[in-house]
């Protein structure tokens, strides 16, 4: 079963250039989200989807952009990188809401220089 | 808003010792509450979970039981060993949001 499957794993960027990030998963969950990681401050809520064709933001949405236009991928776009982008960031996907347990992919540490 | 704070780390503990990171939340209605964790350089994975009050969840030797009265998720575990050094984050899914929301995260060390 490959889950949630985030592409790259690694990834270094100039200050203002652009990139998407890919996530996709194969369960068929509604729900995907993305997240960012960084020392001390726990994960944060960038974007989330509640099924293709619905997106709504986070909690630091600035500087990101979504769309979901199937089931299985969510990608984030970064339009201008920039150093304060530099993190760590998570996919995740639920087959539903309240009670149902996210499934996280394996990370993409990015830096942006 | 809905919210989740927990324990300051590092925490470090000695093999065999027992462990608790304690949790508690900030939300309207009847939330889930789950624990996580993150092994070094991989995603999080669920690690337990409860749905409703007073439910426990259980998993490899951890333990947190919901409690509405203190909005508390504690997590306990009677021994600990060094494969569980890690970081722990304790979590909620709202009724009223389609998303999780996620406290900042203990670092565990278990040294032998």
């Known amino acids: 079963n490959a889950g949630v499957t985030q592409t790259p794993k690694f990834q270094v960027l100039k200050t203002g250039q652009s990139m998407t990030l890919q996530c996709a998963q194969d369960?068929?969950?509604?729900?995907m989200s993305w997240y960012r990681q960084d020392p001390g401050m726990g994960l944060r809520l960038i974007h989330y989807s509640v099924g293709a064709g619905i997106t709504d933001q986070g909690e630091v949405p600035n500087g990101y952009n979504v769309s979901r236009s199937t089931t299985e991928d969510f990608p984030l776009r970064l339009l201008s990188a920039a150093p304060s982008q530099t993190s760590v960031y998570f996919c995740a996907s639920s087959l539903g809401p309240t009670n149902t347990e996210a499934f996280f992919g394996q990370g993409t540490r990015l830096t942006v220089v | 808003g809905d919210s989740v704070t927990q324990m300051e780390g590092p925490v470090t503990l000695s093999e065999e010792a027992c462990l608790t990171i304690?949790?508690?939340?900030?939300?309207?209605?009847?939330?889930?509450l789950f624990w996580y964790v993150q092994y070094p350089g991989e995603g999080l994975q669920l690690l337990l979970k409860?749905?409703?009050?007073?439910d426990k969840g259980s998993n490899k030797g951890f333990e947190a039981t919901y409690r509405k009265e203190t909005t508390s998720f504690h997590l306990e575990k009677g021994s600990v060993q060094v494969s569980d050094s890690a970081v722990y984050f304790c979590a909620l899914r709202s009724t009223s949001y389609d998303k999780v929301i996620f406290g900042p995260g203990t670092s565990l060390s278990v040294i032998p």
């Open positions: 304690n949790c508690t939340y900030t939300a309207t209605g009847y939330p889930s």
């Open positions: 369960m068929n969950h509604e729900y």
């Open positions: 409860a749905t409703k009050a007073d």
